[in-house]
């Protein structure tokens, strides 16, 4: 589990095996990290974790709204509560990546502001 402000996007290096899945768990904090003050993300109904290559292009989006699995984009694979918590949860099939580092951003959002929390390098492991 990570702990993250929201004041700051924070750089979270994340490393998979290739074909597992992923579950990763991150509370989001107001203020200094360890204020206790916790992020409410209820009002949020736009969360997406997305995975691109050098060259830009994504390789696998992760969405907290409903919609139809294609391609690289995958739906009802993170939830949120209101305390903080942004959970991700893909399974095997939505992991299908090939070996290799890539960068990922993860945004919130709703119809008045985004924030980007977390960004990084993701790592694809055989």
Do not use: W
């Amino acid at each position: 589990m990570a702990k993250l402000s929201t004041d700051i996007s924070q750089k979270i290096d994340i490393e998979c095996r290739k074909s597992d899945s992923l579950y990763l768990v991150a509370t989001l904090e107001t203020g200094s990290y360890g204020s206790g003050n916790y992020f409410n993300l209820s009002s949020y109904n736009n969360v997406a974790l997305i995975v691109k290559n050098s060259n830009g292009n994504s390789v696998l989006e992760l969405y907290k709204s409903a919609g139809t699995d294609s391609g690289v984009k995958y739906y009802e694979k993170i939830s949120t509560t209101t305390i903080g918590n942004i959970t991700i949860n893909a399974t095997s099939t939505a992991m299908t990546i090939p070996e290799g580092s890539y960068t990922y951003t993860c945004k919130i959002s709703n119809s008045i502001t985004q924030h980007t929390v977390m960004h990084g390098k993701f790592k694809i492991v055989d």
